[in-house]
C-alpha cells in the first residue's frame, strides 16, 4: 500500500494534465451550434410573465423577419450584464424575445420593471422544459430565428456589444456596423 500511495498524487495530476489538454480542444461555448440549427423551432406554448401580456409560442416567432429569443432568470448575474445590450438592441428595433427560465414570476416582473423591457412578448417557463427542449443548458442564451422560424444562430453567455456588432446585426441588416463604418467613411 505505501508503494501505491506515493504514485497516487502523480496519477491524479497526468490525469488532471488529460483533462484539461482535452478542454483546450473544445470550441468555446459561445461557438456551440443549436440541434435546431437551419431546422424549425419545437413547437412550445408559454404563458406570459406578465398578466397583461401575450403568450409566447413557436409561431409568435414565425413573424416574416428576423428575431431574437432571449433566455434570461433573474438570479442570473450574466443576465443582467447583458440586459443593457437587448435594451441597445431594442432602440435600434431589432425585435426581440425572451423566455423566463426557472424563476419566480414575480422575481422575473421585478427584474424587468426595474432594468426596462427589451422583449415583445415573454414566456414563463418555470420548470425549464421548454429551453431544455431547444437546447439550453444555462442562461442567458440568444437565438437568432428567421423570418420562417428557423434557427440561424445561437450564442451561449452574456451578450457583448461586440457579439453584437460581429455576430447579431448581420441577420438584420445583412451587413455588421463595422461594415457600416467603413461604408460612411
Known amino acids: 500500500m505505501g508503494k501505491l500511495a506515493r504514485f497516487l498524487p502523480v496519477g491524479f495530476g497526468i490525469g488532471f494534465l488529460?483533462?484539461?489538454?482535452i478542454g483546450l480542444t473544445l470550441p468555446p461555448p459561445q461557438e456551440i451550434d443549436s440541434a435546431y440549427k437551419?431546422?424549425?423551432?419545437?413547437?412550445?406554448?408559454?404563458?406570459?410573465?406578465?398578466?397583461?401580456?401575450?403568450?409566447?409560442?413557436?409561431?409568435?416567432?414565425?413573424?416574416?423577419?428576423?428575431?431574437?429569443?432571449?433566455?434570461f432568470a433573474s438570479w442570473c448575474a450574466p443576465c443582467r450584464a447583458e440586459h443593457g445590450v437587448l435594451m441597445d438592441l431594442k432602440a435600434r428595433g431589432v425585435p426581440?424575445?425572451?423566455?423566463?427560465?426557472?424563476?419566480?414570476?414575480?422575481?422575473?416582473?421585478?427584474?424587468?420593471?426595474?432594468?426596462?423591457?427589451?422583449?415583445?412578448?415573454?414566456?414563463?417557463?418555470?420548470?425549464?422544459?421548454?429551453?431544455?427542449?431547444?437546447?439550453?443548458?444555462?442562461?442567458?442564451?440568444t437565438f437568432v430565428i428567421n423570418g420562417d422560424g428557423h434557427v440561424q444562430m445561437r450564442h451561449v453567455g452574456p451578450l457583448s456589444a461586440q457579439d453584437v456588432r460581429a455576430k447579431i446585426l448581420p441577420y438584420f441588416t445583412g451587413r455588421s456596423e463595422e461594415t457600416d463604418n467603413a461604408l460612411s467613411r
Request: hydrophobic share 40%.
Open 38 to 71: 437551419y431546422k424549425s423551432l419545437p413547437v412550445f406554448s408559454l404563458p406570459p410573465l406578465f398578466d397583461e401580456g401575450e403568450a409566447l409560442t413557436a409561431q409568435n416567432l414565425r413573424s416574416g423577419e428576423p428575431v431574437l429569443l432571449n433566455i
Open 18 to 21: 488529460v483533462l484539461f489538454a
Open 96 to 141: 426581440i424575445y425572451a423566455i423566463n427560465y426557472k424563476d419566480t414570476r414575480a422575481a422575473g416582473q421585478r427584474f424587468l420593471n426595474r432594468l426596462g423591457n427589451p422583449y415583445r412578448a415573454i414566456g414563463f417557463d418555470r420548470n425549464g422544459a421548454t429551453a431544455l427542449d431547444l437546447g439550453v443548458y444555462g442562461v442567458p442564451e
